[in-house]
């Protein structure tokens, strides 16, 4: 198989979703053998590095790249898209410490990449080819495994001690699918974490636009009122547990079609086309990481 690139360059503007800056974000064709790299245009001289499991350095509701001055947060999305879509070359140029968050899927880029094409290269692609079954247990009880097969395949399991997300499963036997199976599902949280990531100085760009949140576990109505005002949400019963958004959800597994998505471009940080099928339990960013990682070694 030939190595892909763009056809030609396309661009986004949003808010980030942790930092709250206005961002803007340009996909640019790219050399044969560069993979997937990200410049950080409002840095001095204009540091650009790999999009790679290595430069990894936190995780928390979202995957960080940094070496030095070079820092880039909720990379995620982005990676998914290009890598389901068959991106091999690209260079990503964005004005800021993170990753536009549009409405927290990555439909956007897909129709993006969709509408743009894509060109073939002279190279042939680096493939990785898993032979035997790998697998990554954490402390926590979250599992990764990734097993033989002639084609990437992947599929997830959620739980949470919620009747809401009690358990969800989402799986992709194609890429070819994604667009339209995965590329829309939105990331998502709970209503219970909403202040602490606050206090952590995340998500300062969330709202209903560009997240799903969940509210299983009741609180007070003058909590549930104070929350409403900081997403910007319609007023909300505060004994009515369910989902506070904007819009309807997608499917009712869309939580899980999420995390799978967030697989994809965690995953794709291995840095080359993977073979292989993944079964991931209770995924997160963090785990998902250690196992790119450990298939780099």
Excluded at 33 to 51: F, M, S
Excluded at 253 to 270: F, M, T, W
Aim: charged content about 25%; proline content about 5%.
């Amino acid at each position: 198989m030939k190595q892909h690139t763009l056809n030609a360059p396309f661009s986004f503007e949003s808010k980030g979703l942790h930092t709250g800056l206005h961002l803007h974000a340009t996909f640019l064709p790219a050399e044969e053998n560069t993979g997937i790299r990200i410049c950080r245009t409002d840095l001095e001289g204009r540091p650009t590095h790999q999009a790679i499991a290595d430069y990894v350095t936190a995780t928390e509701r979202g995957t960080v790249l940094e070496h030095g001055a070079w820092k880039v947060s909720t990379v995620e999305h982005a990676l998914s898209a290009l890598y389901a879509m068959g991106v091999d070359n690209c260079l990503i140029e964005v004005d800021g410490p993170e990753m536009p968050i549009l409405d927290g899927s990555a439909k956007c880029y897909v129709k993006a990449i969709q509408e743009v094409g894509l060109q073939e290269q002279n190279a042939e692609q680096q493939v990785y080819v898993v032979t035997e079954p790998i697998e990554y247990v954490s402390e926590r009880g979250s599992k990764m495994v990734i097993l033989p097969c002639d084609h990437y395949e992947a599929e997830v399991t959620i739980t949470y001690p919620t009747g809401l997300l009690r358990e969800q499963k989402a799986e992709l036997y194609d890429l070819g699918e994604y667009p339209r199976e995965i590329s829309s599902a939105r990331t998502f949280c709970f209503v219970r974490e909403i202040e602490p990531l606050l206090r952590m100085g995340l998500i300062k760009g969330g709202d209903l636009d560009n997240a799903i949140v969940i509210y299983e576990r009741e609180t007070s109505q003058e909590s549930m009122d104070k929350l409403c005002k900081l997403t910007k949400a319609e007023w909300h019963d505060a004994t009515k547990l369910g989902y506070i958004q904007h819009k309807p959800l997608v499917w009712d597994n869309e939580p899980a079609r999420h995390k799978l998505l967030d697989i994809i471009g965690d995953i794709s940080l291995v840095g080359k086309p993977i073979k292989g099928h993944i079964v991931a339990t209770k995924p997160g960013h963090t785990i998902n990481n250690k196992f790119a990682r450990l298939l780099r070694e």
